[in-house]
């Protein structure tokens, strides 16, 4: 049976009654649960934070899709609690600036569980308004401090953070290529920031290494020849991309194009455009790396588990994911749904304390991305082991299914 939102995905999500009532119908014939009854219990609310508008909302409207697979998924199942889950959806713009206010419009409807926002910058400052709100939040935001139980005890970070994919990509291009000459390539963002700081911790910390260049682009940048044309000026044989969103990418990779520079590139899933394979040469492919879940990619003896490949057939179902990046999978939001449903079974209660308590004591929880755990300190909740680097160029293997790859020697 194929998936599909509850409501479409590139539209502002609205509170439609009818169209609840024939969800819970069907879940209810579906699974026995009686659809009058399934149809009267309250429905959870869950505030949903995307950008509708905007300069990026195409980008980040595809790493909802997720989500809403596991929204159809649990409200097929009978909700949680008996309650069905209905998404109230806000529209951020992408803007930092805008996620206060959404924060405050949204707990002024009571809801007190939210997914969303999506990049660094705006999960930050969505996460310092949530926190003193009391709101449970799951965000798409690679940024250390993002996990940080302590700083942010509300806020859950479920997919691998900025250091754990400088350490990888260090790795990588010092021992597994043995390049010495590194060059940054960074947003500016407060992921960009995290990523880039990281790796130049660990190049010094772990092989005495300095960057030869730092190179620090505005993501609204018309244009990033510049920035690429400085890292080759300044003799760099391997490029740290801590790049998170598909437009710059794609310049970054035609500026190379044209520059007939190919150097080695390793950095963020945010690579893994499937525009690239139409804008460098084949050979130049081959040189680029991402950081990715060990679950979603493969080896000679390896294979991706039974879960991935069945959730990238899903994916592959919507209209919306076609063309998908490897982001789309790679976003939490799955995996935070299920770890949502079960902290409040566990606990037998909606109440955000409870609500935390029961996350805070989540334990190697087998979620698509990984193994989850949390503890009141550490809500960073995927694990060194579960994150790996593979190939680009993997892309294009009829075994990739849009979101599978292939693992980087060594890893």
Not at 324 to 331: G, S
């Amino acid at each position: 049976m194929r998936l599909t939102p509850a409501v479409p995905l590139l539209r502002r999500d609205v509170i439609d009654r009818r169209a609840f009532l024939r969800l819970a119908a069907q879940a209810g014939v579906a699974f026995g649960l009686g659809s009058p009854a399934f149809a009267q219990q309250q429905p959870f609310k869950l505030g949903w934070i995307r950008p509708t508008t905007g300069r990026l909302a195409s980008s980040f409207a595809p790493l909802y899709i997720g989500g809403l697979i596991a929204v159809d998924e649990i409200n097929a199942a009978g909700g949680i609690l008996g309650r069905p889950i209905m998404r109230v959806e806000e529209d951020d713009e992408a803007s930092p600036a805008k996620e206060p206010g959404i924060v405050r419009k949204l707990r002024e409807q009571e809801i007190a569980c939210f997914v969303g926002p999506t990049g660094s910058s705006q999960s930050l400052a969505s996460i310092a308004a949530t926190t003193s709100a009391r709101t449970i939040q799951s965000t798409y935001a690679a940024a250390a401090e993002a996990g940080d139980g302590k700083k942010y005890p509300y806020h859950y970070q479920i997919m691998f953070n900025t250091d754990q994919q400088a350490e990888v990509c260090v790795d990588y291009m010092v021992q597994e290529l043995g390049l010495k000459k590194i060059g940054i390539l960074q947003e500016n963002t407060a992921f960009g920031e995290q990523a880039a700081a990281a790796t130049k911790a660990l190049l010094q910390k772990k092989f005495g290494l300095t960057p030869v260049s730092e190179q620090v682009y505005p993501i609204a940048a018309p244009d990033l020849s510049a920035y690429v044309a400085n890292l080759q000026k300044a003799g760099a044989d391997g490029v740290m991309g801590w790049i998170a969103n598909v437009p710059n990418a794609a310049m970054i990779f035609n500026a190379m194009k044209t520059l007939k520079w190919f150097p080695a590139v390793a950095g963020h899933s945010g690579l893994m455009l499937p525009a690239l394979f139409d804008l460098v040469p084949a050979e130049a492919v081959k040189n680029v790396f991402a950081t990715y879940y060990r679950n979603f990619s493969w080896t000679d003896t390896e294979q991706p588990g039974e879960r991935q490949v069945a959730f990238a057939k899903k994916l592959a179902q919507y209209p919306e994911a076609k063309g998908f990046e490897v982001n789309v999978a790679a976003a939490p939001y799955y995996d935070f749904l299920y770890c949502l449903k079960t902290a409040i079974e566990t606990e037998k209660s909606f109440e955000p304390e409870a609500i935390k308590r029961g996350l805070d004591n989540l334990k190697n929880v087998r979620g698509l991305l990984g193994d989850i755990s949390f503890t009141t300190e550490n809500h960073s909740g995927i694990g060194e082991k579960d994150v790996v680097l593979v190939s680009v160029a993997s892309g294009q293997d009829p075994r990739a299914m849009g979101c599978l790859r292939a693992r980087a020697a060594g890893q």
